[in-house]
């Protein structure tokens, strides 16, 4: 949630009420300029989440920031006693999370390249699981030999594991600390 | 020659090659930077070998990682006098195994990352009987006048095909009328005159002006033989001309 | 919701985080009992329930019982505020669109003469939608025996096609040479 103002306007109570039941109406994160739309004029939907956010703080259900827009999530923290309750899908396969986590990194890729960096051939399958799921797209082709599909992620990739952007994905050299210069050492 | 001879590991429960190097990179303990590509080759060779002793069917991507990383090393520890100095050097091609390596490594902690990110439907839940609060109105219709005209011709041509051929009935003008039309006409027209001239009135169907105008030269023709008109081409497809003969004028020529 | 007991024992804030999280996160209304299984023995569902609809009292959305337990609803009094009216045009079907193809270039003509023209039945339903668009009108009756309903196209069929008057359509031999002689002429 974006930070306070210094200079704090109290939020009128209207339209506090008027975001929750928005993101609480809506299972897809909403987009912040979609909320201003249903606030008045001169009430800024930054400042509104912002108080939505402080409101919720410590509570079971809690706005988050997630593929570019605002959703309600319950608490991470009542994940295994909620797990109990609810219906849960089935987890993605090891493979399938590290074929994501290559498109996620890499992307635009092709298979091709998952299949290069993995070093073992990707079955149709995982790609499928993923399609499926709507964790990644077509994102035109190659301009290679054959012209191979580029894949990308989606903004359901982003909401599944909770993401505002893929700018909170780590960065790419930050994964392996003192790798970022390999020197071949042969002996 | 630095494997560590207590180490036994099973080809099996490895994805491929590259996952098996990995592992064994880890088992060094080392920084994937310092890491003994020798020493690898040799744990790799020997966990090959190890399969091949217990007659695993090996794919081949497993062997040919072999062969390679055993050329790899030989060049290594003995370096080419000869090398090709456009060929990549020993150093630069471990390099580059190193860097693959490392770049598996990386994406193994980032799947590790995303693995610890609370799951939408795993660890956290969104609404789980959202409430829509959008209304469709239907108004206006989609429809515009290409549609309405493909509809129709749609239309049109299922009866075409479903109703049997009837051919439009042709007014044929026969050579009989021609005649006929010819010794009505070039009575009043003293001079030459243009067959098209002799054609019936209101001829807008091209196939039946053509027929027409065939009839009109074959009763002309006959007229000619009969010595009552005389007729005249004056170039390759000109026009045909038509005159009449008196008898008088039959009998003078 | 069920009113407070006169003795009210406070309830702890993790079972209303838990319950909290539950209602928004199920998709169908949680019944009471479901509700206690995930309680701890000494808190009693009930007044987790009205300690939640105090906390949310007054708020965008509200813990209600409704058939089968309990679930998030917005608050009534917002709906109209978050209600998005959204227009979505109306396709003809193939037998709408072609039906009124048939009336425009035939008018005034009886639902028998399309279905002549057709080669098939036409349902009431699909000449009352059209009526409904206002796309077609009765144009008087034929006389004939059973004095058939004559139909013909308005104004505003006219409007939706863009076109200045019927003079304007096509001509049949038009779209298809030779149409002219196939066409059962009525009468």
């Known amino acids: 949630m974006p930070p306070d103002d210094e200079t704090e306007t109290p939020v009128p109570e209207a339209a506090l009420r008027l975001a929750e039941a928005l993101l609480f109406a809506s299972a897809e994160p909403v987009p912040i300029g979609h909320l201003q739309t249903a606030l008045p004029d001169d009430v800024a939907a930054r400042d509104v989440l912002a108080a939505l956010a402080e409101r919720y703080a410590g509570r079971g259900v809690i706005p988050v920031a997630v593929a570019g827009g605002y959703a309600f999530r319950t608490a991470p923290d009542l994940a295994s006693a909620l797990t109990r309750m609810v219906e849960v899908p089935r987890r993605l396969s090891r493979v399938a999370i590290e074929t994501l986590a290559i498109i996620a990194w890499h992307q635009p890729c092709t298979r091709a390249d998952v299949e290069d960096i993995r070093g073992a051939a990707l079955s149709q399958s995982t790609l499928d699981a993923l399609l499926d799921m709507g964790m990644v797209t077509p994102k035109g082709r190659r301009e290679a030999p054959g012209r191979p599909t580029l894949w990308g992620t989606t903004p359901a990739f982003l909401s599944q594991f909770g993401l505002a952007s893929l700018a909170d994905l780590p960065r790419r050299e930050d994964l392996l600390p003192g790798a970022g210069s390999l020197l071949p050492r042969p002996q | ?253």
């Open chain 2, 1 to 253: 020659m630095t494997a560590d001879p207590t180490m036994t590991v099973r080809i099996d429960g490895y994805e491929g090659p590259l996952d098996l190097l990995l592992d064994l990179a880890r088992a060094q303990k080392v920084d994937l930077a310092k890491l003994s590509i020798v020493a690898l080759v040799d744990q790799y060779l020997l966990v090959v070998a190890d399969a091949q002793a217990l007659r695993l069917e090996l794919a081949a991507d497993w062997l040919v990682m072999a062969a390679w990383l055993a050329w790899l090393k030989s060049r290594l520890l003995v370096p080419d006098p000869d090398a090709d100095e456009a060929a990549l050097s020993p150093e630069a091609l471990a390099g580059q195994l190193a860097e693959r390596l490392a770049e598996l490594e990386r994406m193994r902690v980032a799947t590790g990352w995303l693995n610890r990110q609370p799951q939408l439907g795993q660890e956290v839940w969104a609404r789980g009987a959202p409430e829509s609060f959008t209304v469709e109105y239907r108004t206006g219709l989609s429809a515009d006048l290409p549609a309405l005209l493909a509809a129709y011709g749609g239309v049109l041509r299922r009866l075409a095909a479903q109703r049997p051929y009837r051919p439009k009935p042709r007014r044929l003008w026969t050579v009989q009328d021609a005649v006929q039309r010819l010794g009505v006409l070039l009575g009043t027209m003293p001079s030459w005159a243009m067959l098209s001239r002799f054609l019936p009135e209101g001829l807008s169907d091209p196939v039946e002006r053509r027929a027409a105008t065939a009839s009109t030269l074959i009763a002309s023709l006959e007229l000619a033989r009969d010595g009552r008109l005389d007729l005249r081409q004056d170039r390759a497809f000109g026009p045909v001309m038509l005159k009449l003969l008196d008898n008088e004028a039959a009998h003078a020529a």
